[in-house]
């Protein structure tokens, strides 16, 4: 019985789910996007954010912790340049999972997982949300009155236009 565990084990001994972990989590700050069954997503997220989180402060003692959770020179350099710089001021949620189907083979449920600040999509999305918004009951203006008082500008100045070709 699995009472309290919290580890999803992934039918893999430790060392074999150790080495796995590390090299998705080197390919995934190499590569800013992988994509692996949904179990193992949510596993990596667990391992790789606090890493993220380490990478903030830039010391050889974190660096040397890092390097023994990744051993991949690479990324722990890719790391703690270009990533820690990227979520300098975020306070956590570095990764983000998105499911994308069932594979073919066996059914099984993929996922895209990212780093949040690297999606370019995303991030021109998140800008135009930013307008401020209340829950309040008050009336919203209506679209169609500020179309109306902007019709006779664009004709006024496409009679302009007409006029001066001729």
Known sequence: ???????????????????????????????????????????????????????????THQRRIVFSYLRDKEAVTELFREVSQKVANRNGGYTRILKIGRRLGDGAEMAMMELVDYNENMLKDSAVKKSKSTRRGGRKKSTATTETSAAPETVAEQADDTAKAE
């Not at 700050?29 to 997503?41: D, F, G, M, V």
Request: charged letters at 30%.
């Open 1 to 59: 019985m699995r009472h309290g565990c919290k580890v999803n084990h992934l039918s893999r001994t430790a060392s074999h789910r150790s080495a796995m972990l590390s090299n998705m989590a080197a390919s995934l700050i190499k590569e800013k996007r992988i994509e692996t069954t949904l179990a193992k997503a949510k596993a990596l997220r667990k391992y790789v954010e606090p890493l993220i989180n380490k990478s903030k402060e830039d010391s």
